[in-house]
């Protein structure tokens, strides 16, 4: 199957702002939860966000909710997180996947780097 493709990271000083975007084609993208995951430096993966096939409920990990948006649009097989206020603490790699993520699912995700 075709993997997910991620973009949109980069390099930003602490209090910034970067926007995702996950194209999650090769999946019957309309009905499935999409999740954000990351993984930081020498750190598990972790979850961060999810969202429903409507897009109407979203579920955000504790240490970004209230900075962190995730949005799809399912026209466009497309998944977006924007993030605010970023914090050093949020640099990782950052992936989409259906959530619960499947496990021959993963991409090369993107690599968001935050500065102090």
């Known amino acids: 199957q075709v993997q997910p493709v991620e973009s949109g990271g980069g390099l930003v000083q602490a209090g910034g702002s970067l926007r995702l975007s996950c194209e999650a084609s090769?999946?019957?993208?309309?009905?499935?939860?999409m999740g954000w995951f990351r993984q930081a430096p020498g750190k598990e993966r972790e979850f961060v966000a999810r969202?429903?096939?409507?897009?109407?409920?979203?579920v955000y990990a504790d240490s970004v909710l209230g900075r962190f948006t995730i949005s799809r649009d399912n026209g466009k097989n497309m998944v977006f997180l924007q993030m605010n206020n970023l914090k050093p603490e949020d640099t990782a790699v950052y992936y989409c996947?259906?959530?619960?993520?499947?496990?021959?699912?993963w991409g090369k995700g993107t690599l968001v780097t935050v500065s102090s």
């Open positions: 090769g999946r019957a993208f309309n009905i499935d939860p």
């Open positions: 969202i429903d096939w409507t897009g109407s409920n979203t």
């Open positions: 996947n259906t959530n619960p993520p499947q496990k021959n699912y």
